[in-house]
């Protein structure tokens, strides 16, 4: 069964630790990316690969990390400088192929709350 | 740059009736778009997209968009609203180069009512 898989799905830190948010897929896309979701805000783009061992910082990257070793997999560490992070984080990947036709698909998200 | 912009935050609908979204974008260049639907605490579900091969767009649970240039938008349209079309609904744009990038509307939460 082909798709995205986040975990966890809920998850709970405290002020001042540095988190990891797991996303993996199986369909052999190239690129994959990680928004933020905020109330009222729609998504926004913290970071994004479109090949392994390369990736791009987005329009919120600071106090975040990812790493890209592997095509399936694109975590995302969440760190202690980031002053804000409580919000629903989703991951999506898309094909390369065919230029800027092709959809993203999404994950089912992971919420994080800071205590 | 590109952008997008979802007219309305809340849209509410008796279930049978007419559902209208309403989505503007602007782009420098040919665009693409997408509509996503999402449901609570869930990931984000393509409705449909609009590649450049017909104006008017189906997409999935009878969705469908008509791209209008002349008029910059994207409007998301349905004949007859069921109580499982609540949810909310983004309007996306996107452009070839910078990574195929998408930017998001802001959304726009629909309501069904009996």
């Known amino acids: 069964d082909g798709g995205i898989t986040q975990s966890p799905k809920y998850l709970f830190r405290k002020e001042g630790q540095n988190v990891t948010l797991s996303c993996e897929q199986n369909l052999n896309h190239d690129a994959m990316y990680w928004y933020r979701q905020d109330p009222g805000q729609g998504l926004r783009l913290i970071y994004y690969s479109q090949i392994v061992n390369d990736f791009q910082k987005g329009d919120i990257a600071e106090g975040y990390s990812v790493s890209r070793e592997k095509k399936e997999s694109f975590p995302l560490t969440v760190t202690s400088a980031q002053k804000n992070p409580t919000a629903f984080y989703l991951c999506?990947?898309?094909?390369?192929?065919?230029?800027?036709?092709?959809?993203?698909?999404f994950g089912p998200g992971t919420r994080l709350t800071v205590l | 740059a590109q952008s997008v912009t979802q007219l309305d935050s809340h849209v509410s609908v008796s279930e049978g009736t007419p559902v209208l979204l309403r989505c503007n974008y602007s782009s420098s260049y040919s665009p693409s778009l997408f509509w996503y639907v999402q449901h609570p605490n869930k990931g984000l579900q393509l409705l449909l997209k609009?590649?450049?091969?017909a104006t008017l767009v189906k997409g999935i649970n009878g969705f469908e968009a008509e791209f209008k240039k002349s008029e910059t938008s994207f409007h998301l349209t349905k004949p007859s609203a069921h109580m499982s079309d609540a949810a909310e609904y983004f309007c996306?744009?996107?452009?070839w180069g910078g990574g195929n990038k998408l930017t998001f509307g802001t959304g726009t939460q629909l309501k069904v009512e009996l």
């Open positions: 609009y590649t450049s091969a």
């Open positions: 996306v744009v996107s452009e």
């Open positions: 999506a990947s898309q094909t390369t192929s065919s230029g800027s036709y092709n959809e993203q698909f």
